[in-house]
């Protein structure tokens, strides 16, 4: 059975830190590419940052360049994909939302994605 399962989330001040992980199971997601994608009320999803399967390349959003680092452990049976956001902003606040992509091409597109996780809120209080 594949599992993405987000953790990490939570409400935190303006310019504050958090750190989210997605733990992936059930297929040999060391094969693949990872990616974080929110999702704020009212707005369309949006591709937050990507690595690949042996985190040769790494693809951020321009809004979270400098601020948020992407990272993975691959293991035997799963893989572990972190998000570790720091100066977080006001308009950080949304769901967050981990995946994985089996191609090598289109990290940063939602819609090439195969699998994803239930979304983890991010809460940014100005």
């Known amino acids: 059975q594949v599992q993405l399962v987000e953790s990490g989330g939570g409400l935190v001040q303006t310019g504050g830190s958090l750190r989210l992980s997605c733990v992936a199971s059930?297929?040999?997601?060391?094969?693949?590419?990872m990616g974080w994608f929110r999702q704020a009320p009212g707005k369309e999803r949006e591709f937050v940052a990507a690595?690949?399967?042996?985190?040769?390349?790494?693809?951020?959003a321009d809004s979270v360049k400098g601020r948020f680092t992407i990272s993975r452990r691959n293991a035997w049976g799963t893989v572990t994909v972190y998000l570790q956001m720091n100066s977080l902003k006001p308009e950080d606040t949304a769901v967050y939302y981990c995946?994985?992509?089996?191609?090598?091409?289109?990290?940063?597109?939602?819609?090439?994605?195969?699998?994803w996780g239930q979304g983890t809120q991010v809460t940014v209080s100005s």
């Open positions: 995946a994985a992509y089996g191609g090598t091409s289109y990290y940063t597109d939602a819609t090439w994605y195969d699998h």
């Open positions: 059930g297929r040999t997601f060391s094969d693949y590419a």
């Open positions: 690595i690949t399967w042996n985190a040769g390349r790494l693809y951020y």
